[in-house]
């Protein structure tokens, strides 16, 4: 009787283990379809390993953090990433970074959303106005708050969220990812600038507009 409670408890225990060492790792980009010929496989969830006897240190380097980016834009702000495509020693490591900076008196970093990783940022200069937008799980609650000089703020992910310089200098943050490759949606260029565009009578009964206004601002993108 004994060894029989034992085999039960053994195959409990090994089905209740497989939950844990058996799972699908997150995935590295925006979509990665199955194919039956390994001849047109070219992606891996991530990138291919090198052979750990040829790494070096240069590969776990990137430079370049101390220049500031070009904010003469539409919005006012540049994006310098530190992802996997510029630092490859990253891959498979779930981490990465990129420096943001902020034109005076209205530079914005637009409402966007990370679908594949938390976002934690610092403000290294300047003064920013910061924050996202809950669920509809959570009634779309907004959260937001006035960061300075040496202010964190977290945007969890795929959260929309967004930055705003509200002081008269140049502002700058760093922000870090639970990814290496956290993919990044900007919301009014997906929307109005997709490729090919949504059908306008989609977007004008979604945003309770005309359709002529849906036109006009998918002229912009």
């Known amino acids: 009787m004994k060894s029989a409670y034992f085999l039960v408890a053994f195959a409990l225990f090994a ?23 390994t001849k047109n496989g070219v992606f891996v969830n991530g990138k291919f390993c090198r052979d750990p006897k040829l790494v070096v240190a240069k ?3 990137l430079s370049g953090f101390d220049k500031p980016g070009n904010t003469s834009n539409a919005v006012g702000s540049a994006v310098t990433p530190a992802f ?14 990129v420096r943001i900076d902020y034109a005076p008196n209205g530079g914005l970093n637009p409402p966007h959303t990370h679908p594949r990783g938390t976002e934690i940022l610092v403000v290294q200069e300047g003064t920013l106005y910061v924050g996202f937008v809950s ?10 708050k006035v960061l300075n000089k040496g202010d964190i703020f977290v945007f969890p992910i795929g959260m929309i969220h967004f930055q705003l310089n509200i002081g008269e200098t140049l502002a700058v943050a760093i922000s870090g990812f639970s990814s290496q490759n956290p993919g990044t949606i900007v919301i009014a260029n997906a929307i109005f600038g997709s490729n090919p565009r949504i059908n306008p009578d989609v977007l004008a009964k ?7 206004i849906i036109k006009y601002l998918e002229s912009l993108f």
């Open 59 to 61: 590969d776990f380097f």
């Open 206 to 212: 979604a945003f309770m507009l005309d359709k002529n």
């Open 135 to 144: 669920s509809n799980d959570d009634g779309n609650r907004f959260f937001a």
């Open 84 to 97: 996997v495509e510029q630092l490859l020693g990253l891959n498979t490591l779930g981490v990465s970074l």
């Open 15 to 37: 089905f209740a283990s497989s939950f844990f060492s058996a799972y699908d790792p997150s995935p590295l980009q925006d979509f990665c379809v199955g194919i039956n010929d």
